[in-house]
Protein backbone atom coordinates (compact mmCIF):
# COMPACT_ATOMS: atom_id res chain seq x y z
CA UNK A 1 0.00 0.00 0.00
CA UNK A 2 2.64 2.72 0.99
CA UNK A 3 4.58 1.76 -2.39
CA UNK A 4 1.29 2.66 -4.58
CA UNK A 5 1.36 5.98 -2.65
CA UNK A 6 4.64 6.67 -2.89
CA UNK A 7 4.34 6.19 -6.84
CA UNK A 8 1.05 8.47 -6.85
CA UNK A 9 3.51 11.14 -5.28
CA UNK A 10 6.05 11.27 -7.41
CA UNK A 11 3.97 11.20 -10.49
CA UNK A 12 2.02 14.35 -9.08
CA UNK A 13 5.47 15.66 -8.08
CA UNK A 14 7.22 14.57 -11.66
CA UNK A 15 4.05 16.75 -13.43
CA UNK A 16 5.16 19.76 -11.08
CA UNK A 17 8.17 19.72 -12.01
CA UNK A 18 7.78 19.28 -15.51
CA UNK A 19 5.48 22.00 -15.58
CA UNK A 20 8.85 24.48 -13.89
CA UNK A 21 10.71 23.11 -16.88
CA UNK A 22 8.43 24.12 -19.42
CA UNK A 23 8.18 27.59 -17.86
CA UNK A 24 12.01 27.35 -17.70
CA UNK A 25 12.24 27.94 -13.85
CA UNK A 26 14.30 25.04 -13.15
CA UNK A 27 17.67 26.39 -11.55
CA UNK A 28 20.31 26.07 -14.26
CA UNK A 29 22.35 22.28 -14.15
CA UNK A 30 19.06 21.05 -12.41
CA UNK A 31 17.02 18.15 -14.67
CA UNK A 32 13.53 16.67 -13.62
CA UNK A 33 14.55 13.54 -11.93
CA UNK A 34 17.20 15.77 -9.51
CA UNK A 35 14.55 18.57 -8.86
CA UNK A 36 11.80 15.64 -8.29
CA UNK A 37 13.94 13.97 -5.90
CA UNK A 38 14.14 16.98 -4.16
CA UNK A 39 11.18 17.92 -3.64
CA UNK A 40 10.57 14.46 -2.43
CA UNK A 41 13.00 15.36 -0.05
CA UNK A 42 11.20 18.49 1.18
CA UNK A 43 7.33 17.62 0.87
CA UNK A 44 7.74 13.80 1.16
CA UNK A 45 6.31 12.18 4.98
CA UNK A 46 10.42 11.34 5.97
CA UNK A 47 10.31 15.31 6.53
CA UNK A 48 7.64 15.66 7.99
CA UNK A 49 8.26 13.13 10.48
CA UNK A 50 11.50 14.00 11.19
CA UNK A 51 10.77 17.41 12.06
CA UNK A 52 7.51 16.60 14.01
CA UNK A 53 8.07 13.83 15.64
CA UNK A 54 11.96 13.43 15.69
CA UNK A 55 13.10 16.86 16.29
CA UNK A 56 9.64 18.51 18.28
CA UNK A 57 8.91 20.60 15.80
CA UNK A 58 5.06 21.80 15.12
CA UNK A 59 3.88 21.00 12.59
CA UNK A 60 3.10 24.53 11.22
CA UNK A 61 6.77 25.27 11.55
CA UNK A 62 7.75 22.34 9.72
CA UNK A 63 5.11 22.83 6.65
CA UNK A 64 6.76 27.30 6.66
CA UNK A 65 10.32 26.04 6.72
CA UNK A 66 9.83 22.79 4.19
CA UNK A 67 8.22 25.39 2.02
CA UNK A 68 10.50 28.04 1.88
CA UNK A 69 13.46 25.84 1.40
CA UNK A 70 11.91 23.95 -1.24
CA UNK A 71 11.36 27.12 -2.95
Not at 31 to 49: E, R
Not at 56 to 68: F, I, P
Amino acid sequence: MLGAGNAERIKALTAVVERLEQMDVLLPGLDVSKAVDLLWFYVGQDAWFSLDGHRHWSLDEAEARLAEAAR
